[in-house]
């Protein structure tokens, strides 16, 4: 009789407090799993933007070294010409067989979304002296600097191409020049004729985000310069 009791109770399954236990139990594990999930989520998305981030840092600032090595002294163009708020250079094309130059500026620029960022443009190849000469007002008129040429962020503009690099607030420039690091002045105030500075000292005020964050500050030497023996 008792066995058959016994029998009858385990044939009745779970009770209904038992499956709520149950219910309750297997809803906290999911919720605990899934915000597992979404933590491991964000991690690697934040790991992914700081990458990004870095590696558009590093790319920015080799190619501001590459300008900076490549750039050129020589009748009647200017080498280098900073204004304050944006720089130019002449610089050797890497671009085709044919010896050429090309014309690089470097500004700040606010975009649509309100935050200011390092643009970069570059003209094309040049051969003659009158299309640099176009290309070194272009650079102005595109950097703000000459009323207007500007052009939507990583599209053509006036004949050129511009690259939208990281966020910055602010930048400086100082030239090394008889043994002192002095601020950059535009050329005109150190004549037409003036050569490439000894060193150039880069100041870059990076916006919080995922990479770095504060000032950076990069020395660029000019690779010809040679030390006077004593």
Do not use: C
């Not at 102005?140 to 690099?165: K, N």
């Amino acid at each position: 009789m008792r066995s058959a009791r016994h029998a009858q109770a385990a044939s009745r399954g779970f009770t209904l407090i038992e499956l709520l236990v149950a219910i309750a139990i297997l809803a906290v594990l999911a919720v605990v799993s899934w915000r597992g999930i979404d933590g491991m989520a964000r991690a690697q998305e934040q790991m992914r933007d700081r990458a990004d981030a870095v590696l558009t840092l590093q790319s920015a600032l080799a190619q501001w070294n590459s300008d900076l090595d490549n750039a050129v002294s020589m009748q009647p163009t200017r080498a280098i010409d900073w204004t304050g708020r944006s720089l130019r250079l002449t610089r050797k094309s890497t671009a085709g067989d044919l010896p050429s130059i090309t014309v690089v500026a470097w500004t700040l620029r606010t975009g649509a979304d309100g935050v200011i960022r390092w643009y970069r443009w570059q003209s094309p190849p040049l051969f003659l002296r009158s299309d640099w000469q176009q290309a070194w007002q272009q650079a102005a008129a595109w950097a703000g600097d000459g009323g207007g040429g500007s052009s939507a962020p990583g599209g053509a503009s006036q004949a050129g191409s511009e690259v939208v690099l990281m966020p910055v607030t602010n930048w400086q420039l100082l030239y090394f020049r008889n043994d002192l690091w002095t601020p950059a002045v535009p050329a005109e105030a150190l004549g037409a004729n003036e050569s490439l500075p000894a060193g150039v000292r880069l100041l870059l005020d990076l916006a919080p985000g995922p990479a770095l964050s504060g000032t950076l500050s990069i020395d660029w030497v000019r690779p010809t310069l040679t030390q006077a023996k004593s």
